[in-house]
Structures are given as C-alpha cells and as structure tokens.
C-alpha cells in the first residue's frame, strides 16, 4: 500500500495525522457536502461540472464556498499528483465547521475542508459484460436528494439492504415513479427509446447522467426526459446506472429477474463505446 496524502482545513499531511474536532458538524449533524470526482491517468474528468455542482450544494445549505473554482482546481490537481497520478477517485468535503452543538447554524465557524484520494478501479470486465444484480426498493430518503449532502443514511440503508441481498444497487421509486438508485442515477431502454428521470429535488444531478445524456444526443440514440413508471421500469428491455466510479452499467437482474434478455442490451452497448471513447478524447485532451 502507497501512503496516502490528504488535505485538511490549508494542510497536507498523510491520512493517519489527520483530526476532526468531535464538535464538527459534519460529525454531529452530518451538516456538510461532498463531492467524488473520477481521475483517468491523472486527469480529473468534468471537473468543472463536479465544482458547478458543489456550489449549488453548499448554495443549497447556506454555507459560503470556502475557495474559489481556481483554488479548487489547484487543491485538486495537487492531491492527484501526491497520491501519484494515474486512475483515482478525489473526495472532498465541506462541513460547517466546528460550534458548540446547536442545530442553528453557528454565528462563526470557519468551515472544514477536507480532501482525500482513493484509487479508483473502472467496473471489471464481467461486470460491463454481464452486468449487474440490483433489487427495488420504496424511497424513503428526504425531499432535497439534488443536494450531495454528507447525510447519507437514507442511501446507506439502502446500498446495505442490496448487499444482503448480493446485488450492488437498490432501484427507488417515489409515490410509483423512478427516482434513481442508492448511489447512481438510473435509465431505461423499451426498444431503441432511451427514458431517464429529470432533475429535480428527488434526484441527484449526476454529472456522469449528464455525459450519458451528452452521448445519447451526439449518437441520435433517442433519450427522453420523463417521469417513469414502476411497470415501465419492470417492464424495460435494458436498464443502466450511472455514477462517477461505476461510469455506465447495464442492469442484468432486477428483484431476482432478468431484464430483457438477461444480458446487457445492444444500447447499452452503443452507449458503452460511446462512453469510452469520449473518456479517452477527454483524457488525451488533459
Ligand atoms: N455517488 N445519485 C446518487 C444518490 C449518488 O450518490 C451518485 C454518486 C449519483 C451519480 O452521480 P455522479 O454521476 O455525479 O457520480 C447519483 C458517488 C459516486 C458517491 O457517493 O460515492
């Protein structure tokens, strides 16, 4: 194992050094929001989309953005080269700091900043070619999931519950209609027709939906925008998810049965290369 370097509140130091106040509140409340950013041979991938988003979270929850997009980027572009390049997932986080525990916001805290890399593997091979196992579930969590909040209960109890059941995502759906999965956004394909949901305050805005809805466009895949059914869902010949570590995967098994023929579908294998050789232009370009 490579030492790991992070960043904390103006510091480098390795992961073992670093401390969090008990009275932070991103510890107590969970008061806080994050970012995960893909990294491909040293490149941060949409980096200004993920930046774009951290600000409306941290706009969401009232809390001033503590560094420029500029000092972000450096921060970023550092902590890629101190943890040696390559292919890695950045984490960064931003909590309201530390305050004696009252649920108001604090008159003056100065906020928590904290970035950390892990490296970062894309899904293996049988994974894209089989696809994977995933399980349903009634969305239970908070009316704000746009906002990427540190208050992942709601997403852990259901990332647990397909675990225990050998799958590696639980589908939701809000009041009969598909909200996305415990830690990716999610599609259906009934023919050539691909349907996602839109954004709004169920779904989180992911930037890797966004580069899926990008490459549908450029390759005339047809894509609508669309409130989707529990039996449209169930009823689909493919469905994907999507999300910055697991890029686009098609889901072969839902609640225990096959979806479409049981193999990832000739759309998502359109959408796959698609996907591939965007990353590869993105990452030449650097
Ligand atoms: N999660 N929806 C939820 C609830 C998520 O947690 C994520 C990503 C996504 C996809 O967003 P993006 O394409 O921008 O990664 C959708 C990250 C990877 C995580 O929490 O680790």
């Known amino acids: 194992m490579q030492a790991q370097t992070v960043y904390l509140n103006g510091e480098f130091m390795p992961i073992e050094e670093a401390r969090?106040?008990?009275?932070?509140?991103?510890?107590?409340f969970g008061d806080g929001v994050y970012e995960v950013i893909p990294v491909y041979s040293g490149h941060p991938f949409r980096l200004p989309q993920h930046l774009k988003r951290l600000q409306n979270s941290l706009d969401a929850i009232k809390?001033?953005?503590?560094?420029?997009?500029?000092?972000?980027?450096?921060?970023?572009?550092?902590?890629?080269?101190?943890?040696?390049?390559?292919?890695?997932?950045?984490?960064?986080?931003?909590?309201?700091?530390v305050a004696k525990?009252?649920?108001?916001?604090?008159?003056s805290a100065a906020p928590?900043?904290?970035?950390?890399s892990?490296?970062?593997?894309?899904?293996?091979?049988?994974?894209?070619?089989?696809?994977?196992?995933?399980?349903?579930?009634?969305?239970?969590?908070?009316?704000?999931?746009?906002i990427k909040s540190t208050s992942l209960l709601g997403n852990v109890l259901m990332r647990q519950r397909?675990?225990?059941?050998?799958?590696?995502?639980t589908i939701m759906f809000r009041d009969g209609f598909l909200s996305e999965a415990s830690s990716s956004n999610v599609f259906v394909v009934h023919g050539k027709d691909v349907s996602?949901?839109?954004?709004?305050?169920?779904?989180?805005?992911?930037?890797?939906?966004?580069?899926?809805?990008?490459?549908?466009?450029?390759?005339?895949?047809?894509l609508a925008l669309r409130e989707i059914n529990e039996d449209e869902v169930r009823s689909a010949d493919e469905i994907w998810v999507s999300s910055s570590t697991k890029e686009v995967l098609a889901v072969?098994?839902?609640?225990?049965?096959?979806?479409?023929?049981?193999?990832?579908?000739?759309?998502?294998?359109?959408?796959?290369?698609?996907?591939?050789?965007?990353?590869?232009?993105?990452?030449?370009r650097g």
Not at 23 to 28: A, K, N, S, T
Not at 101 to 107: G, K, T, V
Not at 162 to 169: D, F, L, N, S
Not at 209 to 220: P, Q
């Open 20 to 28: 969090i106040p008990v009275l932070d509140r991103g510890f107590i």
């Open 63 to 97: 809390l001033a953005n503590p560094l420029t997009a500029a000092q972000w980027s450096q921060l970023i572009r550092r902590m890629i080269k101190l943890n040696h390049g390559h292919d890695q997932a950045v984490y960064l986080q931003v909590t309201r700091g």
């Open 101 to 107: 525990r009252d649920h108001a916001f604090p008159a």
């Open 112 to 116: 928590t900043v904290f970035l950390m």
């Open 118 to 146: 892990n490296p970062m593997s894309t899904p293996e091979r049988k994974l894209v070619t089989q696809g994977i196992a995933c399980i349903t579930a009634t969305d239970n969590r908070w009316l704000r999931c746009d």
């Open 162 to 169: 397909a675990a225990e059941a050998g799958c590696i995502e």
């Open 196 to 222: 996602a949901p839109p954004n709004n305050h169920l779904v989180l805005p992911g930037t890797t939906n966004d580069v899926v809805i990008e490459l549908a466009r450029k390759g005339r895949i047809p």
């Open 252 to 284: 072969s098994r839902l609640d225990g049965k096959p979806v479409g023929s049981g193999k990832p579908g000739p759309v998502f294998k359109r959408m796959y290369k698609l996907y591939q050789d965007y990353k590869r232009t993105v990452m030449r």
